[in-house]
């Protein structure tokens, strides 16, 4: 199961959007085979803004949708929140493209 979800420019907001997205995610964790699966939460940001802003963004916007995959009833001892600000921009993007504005989740096992 994948997950990756945007952000609006200098956003740790869900957009409703990112909260379906995030919600379809939730149901598929709690499914008896990933029921007992750990997941990496990725915060990502473009390259506009210094480091130090994007570098907190990028843990504020992991954050947030591990907090919300919790309220929606996800084990949060099953998530660990990872930020990497603009360093890991989507391959064939340049590091400035919104689509970089992003979490993901990577299964751990």
Do not use: C, W
């Amino acid at each position: 199961m994948d997950l990756r979800v945007s952000f609006l420019l200098n956003s740790a907001q869900l957009t409703t959007q990112a909260q379906e997205e995030a919600k379809v995610f939730a149901k598929a964790l709690m499914l008896p085979e990933l029921a007992t699966k750990r997941f990496r939460i990725e915060g990502h940001t473009d390259s506009s803004g210094s480091r130090t802003l994007n570098m907190d963004l990028s843990k504020r916007r992991a954050q947030a949708v591990a907090d919300y995959l919790a309220s929606l009833g996800v084990q949060s001892d099953r998530l660990e929140v990872r930020r990497y600000g603009p360093h890991r921009p989507l391959p064939g993007h340049s590091p400035s493209a919104p689509d970089n504005r992003r979490v993901e989740a990577q299964l751990l096992g």
